[in-house]
């Protein structure tokens, strides 16, 4: 796996970006524009005409430059410039929407004018009419929905199997059975029959990741299990759920990783922790940004100024 890096460019705000192996070797020298994290063998990378082409793993340009904006790759498809492309570059579904999100589940969400969103199949098609604003990806066969700002959750035929009773600027995915949702102001997690299974008294929270889920109360993070059991108090000011076991964390101003038990595993010692992806994970210093192994150990640091790489978020969340 290659993971981006960038530099500076002396007396410009902007930066040119490259790719280190998981050693920390130089692969792709810093040469482009922009570029996103790989995936399913190819990167998107950016000219100095801000067109994105894709380059593999030896940094050979397999994909032209053509397209506008970043994409990656997600179950042989790339949704890019309003459609989606397969890996020789060809338009799979042409172009045409101004909102398309990764396939799940052989639905994506999409949209033609931003406002109102549906679900299209691998034609390219409506198969759930744009009713919503917004939605949420297909996971574990359900999909939550926005309706009168309100949120509720589909199934693949677009019906509504769980009422459209939430609040709030979201509701999560399910993950392992579980979703998180608001409701009087307050989170907590529902089962696919739309009950409460952790019970909403939380001010926020984040998806369940490796059986544990991040909540906060009073201001602080901590962790609980799938029945809503505090595993790890709420005692952190910043939490990511865990990869690996090891969660980013801070307090008191430093970062650094925890276990599922809330043990410092590489102690706080960063401004800030990312989220580990494959066998590394970004941490900031300063004006710099460097790459770390599981066990602590620094493998590369950008140049003071360089634009930090966050590791890719989720394709489902």
């Known amino acids: 796996m290659l993971y981006p890096i960038s530099e500076p460019i002396p007396d410009s705000v902007d930066g040119l970006f490259g790719y280190i192996d998981d050693e920390g070797r130089v692969v792709v020298p810093p040469l482009y524009s ?39 790759f997600h179950g042989g498809l790339c949704s890019i410039d309003g459609g989606y492309i397969d890996h020789y570059g060809d338009w799979n579904i042409e172009p045409g929407f101004l909102v398309a999100s990764a396939f799940s589940e052989g639905r994506a969400f999409a949209s033609t004018d931003g406002e109102t969103f549906g679900f299209i ?25 926005c309706i009168d700002d309100h949120w509720g959750y ?10 459209a009773v939430f609040e ?52 602080k993070w901590g962790l609980i299990d799938g029945e809503g059991h505090p595993v790890v108090a709420c005692r952190f000011d910043e939490l990511r ?4 076991g090891m969660a980013p964390a801070k307090n008191d ?32 210093h300063g004006q710099a940004f460097s790459y770390i192994r599981r066990n602590g150990e620094t493998i590369w640091t950008s140049s003071p100024g360089a634009q930090i790489q966050y590791p890719p978020p989720p394709f489902f969340v």
Not at 131 to 142: A, D, M, Q, V
Not at 154 to 163: Q, R
Not at 272 to 282: D, E, I, P, S, T
Request: aromatic share 12%.
């Open 34 to 72: 922009g570029c996103a994290h790989f995936s399913e063998g190819k990167a998107s990378v950016l000219d100095s005409a801000g067109k994105s082409g894709f380059i593999d793993g030896q940094g050979n340009l397999v994909i032209s430059h053509r397209f506008g904006g970043l994409g990656r």
């Open 121 to 145: 199949d691998f034609t390219g098609q409506f198969v759930i009419h744009p009713n919503f604003r917004p939605c949420r990806h297909f996971s574990e066969g359900l999909a939550a929905v």
């Open 154 to 163: 589909i199934d693949h035929d677009g019906n509504m199997t769980i009422p």
């Open 168 to 219: 709030g600027p979201y509701a999560t995915c399910f993950c392992d059975g579980l979703a998180g949702v608001r409701i009087d102001e307050h989170w907590g997690f529902i089962n696919r029959k739309g009950c409460f299974v952790v019970k909403p008294e939380y001010e926020e929270l984040r998806p369940f990741s490796e059986g544990y889920a991040c909540v906060k109360r009073c201001g």
């Open 241 to 244: 759920g865990p990869n690996g």
């Open 253 to 284: 101003g430093v970062a650094g990783f925890i276990s599922g038990k809330g043990e410092w595993l590489i102690e706080p010692k960063f401004d800030k922790c990312y989220g580990f992806f494959g066998n590394l994970a970004v941490v900031r």
